[in-house]
């Protein structure tokens, strides 16, 4: 498949982008820092550039199969980069006819929130990310709202080592607390969905208890 990854060179899209050329996809990478991508620039289409550019987005677009939308925040507490990018988004997928869209959003975003554990829900998420999962919520009903063929992934608070256990995957969070899931494990996640559509137009919450 040839597929354009948005974030590629952050924590989870590093990894998105390695796993996906293992596999043999077509890898185009959207971003503003060419050589953070290190030696993989070479094992990648590179388009200079980044997710708030409507140029740079459409070229990046074109021609692929699906889109992986896997951009962080970094430091930034109150933002509207996710629903503005997501916009760009969709805007050129439409017009390039590009259908399958897989996003990672996060735990606090729609009806996750309250469900990361009692760290997240009452320290992290009211100091830190609360402005954040604000846009992220705006950029989720603009996904839910196009035409296209989405996925909304909602991973867990992120711990650094993968785990032992099975991931667990629901679409309803009713009475489910996920406290931690790997990087690695959001990133196959996403491309074994980008690859498998087994959660098309719906949202999945990610992580274990």
């Given at each position: 498949m040839r597929l354009?990854?948005?974030?590629?060179?952050?924590?989870?899209?590093?990894?998105?982008?390695?796993?996906?050329?293992?596999?043999g996809h077509e890898v185009t990478a959207l971003v503003r820092a060419p050589q953070q991508l290190g030696e993989t620039s070479a094992l990648v289409?590179?388009?200079?550039g980044d997710a708030l550019d409507p140029i740079a987005v459409a070229s990046a677009v074109r021609t692929q199969d699906a889109v992986m939308y896997v951009l962080g925040a970094g430091n930034v507490r109150a933002t509207t980069l996710f629903s503005e990018s997501t916009h760009i988004l969709l805007d050129a997928m439409q017009r390039e006819g590009v259908r399958r869209l897989v996003c990672v959003t996060g735990v606090g975003a729609g009806d996750t929130k309250g469900h990361g554990g009692f760290v997240y829900d009452w320290i992290v998420y009211p100091l830190f990310t609360k402005a954040i999962y604000a846009d992220k919520d705006r950029q989720e009903a603009l996904i839910r709202d196009s035409g296209t063929d989405w996925t909304?992934?909602?991973?867990?608070?992120?711990?650094?080592?993968?785990?032992?256990?099975?991931?667990?995957?629901?679409?309803?969070?009713?009475?489910i607390v996920f406290r931690r899931?790997?990087?690695?494990?959001?990133?196959?996640?996403?491309?074994?969905?980008?690859?498998?559509?087994?959660?098309?137009?719906?949202?999945v919450f990610i992580g274990h208890p």
């Amino acid at each position: 498949m040839r597929l354009l990854v948005l974030g590629a060179t952050g924590h989870v899209g590093r990894l998105v982008v390695d796993q996906a050329i293992r596999r043999g996809h077509e890898v185009t990478a959207l971003v503003r820092a060419p050589q953070q991508l290190g030696e993989t620039s070479a094992l990648v289409t590179v388009v200079h550039g980044d997710a708030l550019d409507p140029i740079a987005v459409a070229s990046a677009v074109r021609t692929q199969d699906a889109v992986m939308y896997v951009l962080g925040a970094g430091n930034v507490r109150a933002t509207t980069l996710f629903s503005e990018s997501t916009h760009i988004l969709l805007d050129a997928m439409q017009r390039e006819g590009v259908r399958r869209l897989v996003c990672v959003t996060g735990v606090g975003a729609g009806d996750t929130k309250g469900h990361g554990g009692f760290v997240y829900d009452w320290i992290v998420y009211p100091l830190f990310t609360k402005a954040i999962y604000a846009d992220k919520d705006r950029q989720e009903a603009l996904i839910r709202d196009s035409g296209t063929d989405w996925t909304i992934v909602r991973p867990a608070p992120f711990r650094k080592h993968r785990l032992a256990e099975p991931l667990s995957v629901v679409t309803r969070v009713d009475g489910i607390v996920f406290r931690r899931i790997a990087p690695h494990e959001v990133a196959l996640f996403v491309l074994d969905e980008t690859e498998q559509n087994r959660y098309v137009r719906q949202a999945v919450f990610i992580g274990h208890p």
